[in-house]
Nanobody
Framework: QVQLVESGGGSVRTGGSLRLSCAASGGSLSSYYVGWFRQAPGKEREFVAGINWAGNTDNYAVAVKGRFFISRDISKDTVYLQMNSLEPADTAVYYC??????????????WGQGTQVTVSS
């Protein structure tokens, strides 16, 4: 059973950048579709971006397309979320999720503990 560990969150000003990492502990991400989700206070968790096991297909929420970029380093068994041009609306706890496919991302039981991203104006 794969366990996920997120890192890279922090506090930045509007327009800043952060790179989040999602790594596996006790297993491997190599065969999974990995998605990033976020949950702001008082809101439901929402899909942000996802990438397939080969790293050649990605998906983005409309709100982040063109600002966020997802990638995976197979040699490091890690998935990254590069977040640029951050806005206060991006403030949330960010989670990664590993699933068998895009259709199952967010439904899979494999979640990390989350990492806080705070963007101030």
């Amino acid at each position: 059973q794969v366990q996920l560990v997120e890192s890279g969150g922090g506090s930045v000003r509007t327009g800043g950048s952060l790179r989040l990492s999602c790594a596996a502990s006790g297993g491997s991400l190599s065969s999974y579709y990995v998605g990033w989700f976020r949950q702001a206070p008082g809101k439901e968790r929402e899909f942000v971006a996802g990438i397939n096991w080969a790293g050649n297909t990605d998906n983005y929420a409309v709100a982040v397309k063109g600002r966020f970029f997802i990638s995976r380093d197979i040699s490091k068994d890690t998935v990254y979320l590069q977040m640029n041009s951050l806005e206060p609306a991006d403030t949330a706890v960010y989670y990664c999720n590993a699933a068998a496919s895009y259709a199952q991302v967010g439904v899979s039981e494999y979640w990390g503990q989350g990492t806080q991203v705070t963007v101030s104006s």
